[in-house]
């Protein structure tokens, strides 16, 4: 089991930068492969990103790609999203997620799940 645990959302204006970061405690972080998910009020749980293992290969949503660069540091326990040219429509809670065996863009194909990080973009 990995337990994990999300920071560094908060206030920013469009066209502006924000990183989140997951800290994750538990069985062998480099053993899992992890995502990124966001929800906003209303709406469901949605794709971001998602990285496998040695981060060999990492996957992105559509609207979020070339904007946002998802990574992991297997030394370190942590995955990390760097999240640039926000806009409004970026605001949402966003999650990290782990799972023990694919990397998915589906919120099903994940074992763990962070508490979440609120991140607001204004206009």
Not at 23 to 50: C, D, I, L, N
Not at 92 to 107: G, M
Not at 112 to 119: E, N
Request: hydrophobic fraction near 35%; proline fraction near 2%; aromatic fraction near 12%.
């Amino acid at each position: 089991q990995v337990q994990l645990v999300e920071s560094g959302g908060g206030l920013v204006q469009a066209g502006g930068s924000l990183r989140l970061s997951c800290a994750a405690s538990g069985r062998t972080f480099s053993s899992y492969a992890m995502g990124w998910f966001r929800q906003a009020p209303g709406k469901e749980r949605e794709f971001v990103a998602a990285i496998g293992w040695s981060s060999v290969m990492t996957l992105y949503r559509n609207s979020v790609e070339g904007r946002f660069t998802i990574s992991r540091d297997d030394a370190k326990n942590t995955l990390d999203l760097q999240m640039k040219s926000l806009n409004p429509d970026d605001t949402a809670v966003y999650y990290c997620a782990a799972s023990r065996f694919r990397v998915s863009r589906s919120a099903g194909g994940y074992d763990y799940w962070g508490q979440g990080t609120q991140v607001t973009v204004s206009s």
